[in-house]
């Protein structure tokens, strides 16, 4: 009789919610940041991030768009040519970052091409997303360089 | 489990056991059902909201300064929703109950785990999901550190609560459903289980009655079956035995009956011939006239005896039968006493006639056996009281002796029986009491053996019906 | 003292109670049959036969029914004790009395003597009831001028109950005034007899004029 009573209490409890202890959820949120990193070259043509301490970490274009505004006077070079426009348009699927820059295929070269997509991604890691993510860069007139899907060199 | 409140009944109890495992049953099958699907509908609330939160949280963030000033945690703060408190070092930005809700606890959780972590508590009478998370930065190469900002959210779960209420609702109106269903069902079985019962039951009552012949319908292969056949085999057995110790009686009692009847011719002879003795017994010598004279004694004993015991025999056959004609029992018992020459050994009570329907030859017997016993047994006076009570006449015997021993009281109509036989004076056949009283029972009466209430002696009860029916 | 037929076919009990009753001045004559003793009836007309009723051949019913035939010589029968079909049918055969073996032979003496007491007569000259005349002397009864052949026991009876006309006899007192019985005296002897005397003197003997029955007492002679 006793055990008859215990399981009827236990099927009481089972309804409503009950208070529980603190208990492991999922990943905290991420996204602050002091600044952006820009990805530029050194004197050896290497890739080298270069944090520009905007207060905040920013979208990606905004971050590739400041990239297309240079250097500065920081030592580094770029090798994607200067414009005057740099309003980049970004459009995220699950795999693959799409940018579209305001530049034609000749205003990079292929490790202008890697600054960009290093930018970018490193934006999508910082703001939490997967280290998986490829880019496609697009130009003003469409070529087969837009088509290649890529990665960072630096980001695995 | 003995208490009131169990049921007596076979019937009821099985009902009552069947009723309570169906529906305990259904109740465990609804209950667990429903309260796995509340675990499930809480853990998928609880994942949504902190999904929502993490998406509400990973939305502002990049645009939010860092280090944040007050306005970026208010900005933040409202983009995770209401309820929520937002904190930086000694910064902080709080809304609706959050604040009061979030324990000490959740936040060392969350400043050591830097996970995000969920805790249900119950304020103000509702039941909250609180979630805390710390905001990370992450490297470019996604190295995580904790950038001081923690969110703490609180999630009203009443909407989930009511769901889970919901179904736990269903799932009574569900067991109490499965109620009527079981009722009938346990009503089936027990008919099914109990109607072989009750057969046996039956049969065992009718077998207790005497009817030897009663078997039940074994059914099925069940242990019922087997019990109900072992029952017949028993009730067989029985009436086996009992038909052949009848055969053995009846053989016996036809025996006795052959034996009596057969010793009736011999003493015939004797009897005519002793008396030829007793009347030339004045001429011979002392020692053969005494001869004489036993044998003459022994002969009338012994007709006595063969006639008691065709009595006996007739009333073991069944054929005794009543010849009742209108007597006056107070007069039969006068000349009763007198053909003995007791009338002046007994006292006699009688109101005057005593007029009854009886056998006059059998209600002699009867106070001559009982009578006879008195002066035999009993000692002096002797007194005999015939009265007559509504449809009864009574005939009580008492005498002044030392009573019926409590042991021999049992058996004092038994044939033979001897309680004293070693004091015994006058010899009697030891049939005298047990004709006694079968031939009351055959007038419908019956004698009683007993003791004197308040005096010394042995009492014996004649009770005859005034109007004995011809049987 | 009387000449007695004793017909009784078990040569013992046979000669144990002729030897008793000569030794109670009795004239003795036996039979082992039914066939044997009506002859031996017929040759010696005896004053009374003690008739057995267990023989072999023609049994004790219809021995006594052949002697009642132009014969009203009493007959006392020998039965079983208890055994109701004796009696009654012996009664229906006309015999007069009954005793049940083993008898003692004081108490069969007694009865001898009392059935022939009853052929004697007593004083009181011829009674007229209507056309039933009783000689209480001569022991005749005429009805409407024609002789009536009773027994014995018959005589007797009716003599009882016409010596008091109107009086109420119970079945007890007739069986000690007829028959000298005792107290156990057997009732059927006296409705016995009853019947055989009105299918004699009654003209119908369902509605019975002379012997009356009193319902719960016994009986009465009539007219009154």
């Known amino acids: 009789m006793k055990r008859t009573w215990s399981l009827a209490l236990l099927l009481l409890a089972a309804c409503g919610i009950e208070p529980s202890a603190v208990e492991d959820s999922s990943e905290a949120p991420t996204g602050v940041a002091p600044g952006v990193t820009l990805y530029f070259l050194d004197e050896w043509g290497e890739l080298r991030p270069q944090l520009r301490e905007t207060g905040r970490l920013g979208t990606i274009a905004e971050a590739v768009g400041l990239l297309l ?47 960009i997509v290093c930018t970018a991604l490193g934006v999508h890691v910082q703001s939490g997303g997967a280290r998986t993510m490829k880019a496609q860069v697009r130009f003003v007139q469409p070529t087969p360089v837009s088509d290649v899907v890529r990665t960072c060199p630096l980001i695995r | 489990m003995s208490g009131p409140l169990w049921p007596r009944g076979l019937r009821s109890r099985l009902l009552v056991a069947f009723v309570v495992v169906t ?68 910064l902080r930005s709080a809304d609706g109950v959050a604040a009061d809700l979030v324990p000490d606890s959740l936040r060392t959780a969350v400043r050591t785990g830097n996970r995000m972590v969920t805790q249900r508590t119950t304020g103000g009478g509702e039941p909250w999901l609180l979630i805390g998370t710390p905001v990370m930065i992450t490297a470019p190469d996604g190295a995580r550190t904790p950038s001081g900002i923690e969110v703490y959210a609180a999630r009203d779960l009443a909407g989930v609560e009511r769901e889970i209420a919901g179904m736990a609702r269903s799932a009574v109106v569900t067991a109490a459903l499965t109620l009527p269903l079981a009722v009938l069902l346990a009503l089936l079985a027990a008919g099914s289980v109990l109607r072989p ?74 009897t005519a011939v002793v008396e030829v003795l007793s009347m030339s017994a004045d001429g011979m010598e002392p020692d053969a006239r005494e001869s004489a004279q036993l044998a003459i004694t022994e002969t009338r ?31 039969a018992v006068r000349d ?66 030392p009573g019926l021993p409590e042991h021999v009281l049992p058996h004092v109509f038994d044939r033979f029986y001897k309680a004293d036989a070693a004091r015994t004076r006058t010899p009697d056949s030891g049939l005298g009491l047990a004709l006694a009283l079968e031939n009351a029972r055959l007038h419908g009466g019956d004698v009683e053996a007993g003791n004197r209430t308040g005096a010394r002696g042995a009492r014996f009860v004649l009770r005859l019906p005034r109007e004995s029916g011809d049987r | 003292m009387a000449a007695i037929l004793l017909i009784e076919d078990d040569p013992l009990v046979r000669r144990g109670l002729e030897l008793a009753l000569s030794r109670h001045g009795h004239d003795l004559r036996t039979a082992d049959t039914g066939e044997d003793g009506l002859r031996e009836f017929r040759s010696s007309t005896p004053d009374l036969v003690v008739l057995d009723l267990m023989l072999p051949g023609i049994d004790g019913f219809e021995v006594c029914r052949r002697i009642r035939t132009g014969s009203e010589v009493p ?60 000689d209480t002397t001569a022991l005749t009864v005429t009805l409407r001028g024609e002789p009536v052949a009773l027994t014995p026991t018959e005589m007797r009876l009716l003599l009882t109950l016409s010596a008091a006309p109107g009086r109420v006899f119970t079945r007890r007192q007739l069986l000690q005034a007829v028959w000298e019985h005792d107290y156990l005296g057997d009732s059927r002897l006296v409705d016995n007899c009853v019947q055989r005397l009105r299918a004699k003197i009654e003209t119908s003997p369902a509605a019975p004029e002379f012997v009356q029955t009193v319902r719960g007492f016994g009986y009465r002679f009539g007219p009154v």
């Not at chain 2, 998406?55 to 000033?69: E, F, K, R, S």
Request: proline fraction near 5%.
């Open chain 1, 69 to 115: 505004t240079g250097a500065g006077h920081s030592g580094l070079r770029t090798e994607i040519a200067p414009s005057s426009v740099t309003r980049v348009v970004v459009t995220t699927t699950p795999e693959v970052v799409e940018l579209a820059v305001p530049l034609t295929a000749g205003d990079v070269t292929p490790r202008g091409i890697d600054q």
């Open chain 2, 23 to 90: 529906v305990l049953g259904a109740v465990v099958a609804a209950w667990s059902g429903a309260g796995t699907a509340g675990a499930a509908l809480v853990a998928s609330s609880e994942q949504r909201l902190t999904e929502a939160l993490t998406g509400q949280i990973g939305a502002v963030t990049p645009g939010l300064a860092y280090p944040p000033d007050q306005g970026a945690l208010e900005r933040l703060r409202s983009a995770a929703g209401a309820n929520t408190l937002v904190t930086y070092g000694s």
């Open chain 2, 197 to 270: 019962v009750r057969d046996l039951r039956d049969t065992a009552r009718r077998l207790a009655a005497g009817d030897l012949g009663a078997r039940s319908n074994p059914r099925g292969a069940d242990e019922l079956a087997d019990l109900t056949a072992t029952v017949n085999e028993m009730a067989g057995s029985l009436q086996e035995s009992m038909a052949a110790l009848r055969r053995m009686q009846a053989d016996a009692r036809r025996f006795a009956a052959d034996v009596s009847h057969e010793l009736r011719t011999p003493l015939s002879t004797l």
């Open chain 2, 301 to 331: 004993r012994l007709v006595t005896l063969v006639e008691e015991l065709m009595e006996v025999s007739r009333f073991d056959a069944g054929t005794a039968r009543l010849r009742v004609e209108d007597l006056d029992v107070a007069g």
């Open chain 2, 336 to 401: 009763c006493l007198r053909a003995r020459g007791w009338s002046h050994r007994v006292e006699l009570v009688a109101p005057g006639a005593v007029p009854a329907r009886l056998d006059r030859r059998r209600v002699d017997v009867v106070v001559a056996n009982l009578v006879g016993n008195a002066l035999r047994h009993g000692e002096p006076p002797v007194r005999v009281v015939v009265a007559a009570s509504g449809g009864e006449v009574l005939v009580e015997v008492t005498d002044s002796g």
């Open chain 3, 75 to 134: 007959v006392i029968m020998l039965t079983a004790r208890g055994d109701d079909f004796d009696v009654v049918g012996g009664l229906a055969a006309g015999a007069d009395d009954y005793v049940v073996k083993p008898v003692q032979p004081t108490v069969l003496d007694a009865r001898i003597r009392a059935v022939l007491r009853r052929t004697a007569g007593v004083p009181g000259g011829v009674r007229v009831h209507r056309d039933l005349h009783v």
